[in-house]
């Protein structure tokens, strides 16, 4: 079933990669496993902050896809063996089924008595970054500014010059895409007018954020709709003519989940590096070198949950870590919705 999965979601990694190896910097023969999906390049300096607090850990550094993380931790802890000891996903629905099935277990981070309510499920899975859905936009196209909302966005594409300028996910490819597309459906009563109107106007839809930033940030396409703010936020520092902004209706926040597996070799490990991600330092490395925001309340940067929240306040919907993330697993739900997705972009009746 998470095999099946894995080729259904389509989720964009580097799978097949060979683990990337931190040796200890001092004496020590410790070693902490990790599976990820945060790329090895990003990992970089979170592993190198801990090992300078830690001198006598190796890391030993899995990049992998979200739904091969899982798959992974259920397969090596049915056959009796040991799987990695911390495990960090953006798969925020497949890591609360790990959680749910029995796969992780509780940790004891004195943090965790201070972080928000949402981000922790049962002091077993921690949702560690604040990652809003943002619209991307070519500046030159919009000298009087972009859209601000899903309604202005909705008469913009009634113009002739949005034909063939705007751009999304995938949602069949792509799981970020998908599960924004399942919160704009509970938040927004006129997703699919939106949805059509895309449709006429040529909606071009791709795999992965980089393809769609990268056809804003040139002109190709004049929006990107429902982006990773994180992707898209280090790509604008170095691209005069990418823009970003949170629709002011609402912002979906999807989170990156941590969680210590059942069955890992060194729980000890796994749960120290869990408290350094939680910590002031990991969070800042998170916020500011990998503009990732943080969750915890010690960080009060621009690139925070706190100033964001402090700023926008119920504009922002971020996703909680609970079990009510397994309904978008639901296969015949998850169907349902590409259905209608599929209909309103061709304009045909919803089924």
Known sequence: MWRFISVLLGLASVAGAEPTHYPA???????????????????????MAFQARNPGVTVIYDDLLAA??????????????ATADFVFSSGMDLQVKLTNDGYAQPVSVPLARDWPDWAN????????????????????????GPPESRL??????????????????????????YLYL????????????LVAAMGRAGLQTFATSQDIIDRVADGRLALGYNI????????????PNLGLL????????????????????????GTDFLAFLMGREGQTIMADQ???????????????????????GEQLRPVPVSPGLLAYLDQSKRARLIARWTAALQGAAPP
Do not use: C
């Open 182 to 193: 399942a919160r704009d459906a509970e938040h927004f009563a006129d997703i699919w007018s």
């Open 68 to 81: 091969d993380i899982a798959t992974r931790v259920i397969g090596e802890t049915d056959a009796g063996t």
């Open 228 to 239: 990773l703010g994180s992707y898209a936020d280090a790509r604008a520092r170095s691209e």
């Open 25 to 47: 910097p001092g004496n020590g023969r410790d070693v902490l496993s990790i599976y990820s999906t945060l790329d090895q390049p990003l990992a970089t300096p979170l592993i």
């Open 152 to 177: 202005e966005v909705i008469d913009w594409l009634s113009r002739p010059q949005a034909m063939g300028r705007i751009g999304t996910y995938d949602v069949t490819r792509s799981a970020v895409g």
């Open 121 to 144: 499920w049962r002091d077993m899975a921690f949702a560690l970054t604040f990652e809003p859905g943002v619209l991307v936009w070519h500046k030159p196209s919009f000298p009087d």
């Open 246 to 269: 949170l629709l002011k209706d609402f912002t979906v926040v999807v989170s990156r989940v941590g969680l210590v597996p059942r069955a890992a070799a060194r729980p000890d490990l």
């Open 290 to 312: 990998l503009r990732l925001a943080a969750i915890s309340l010690e960080v009060s940067g621009d690139n925070s949950a706190r100033a964001m929240e402090a700023a926008l």
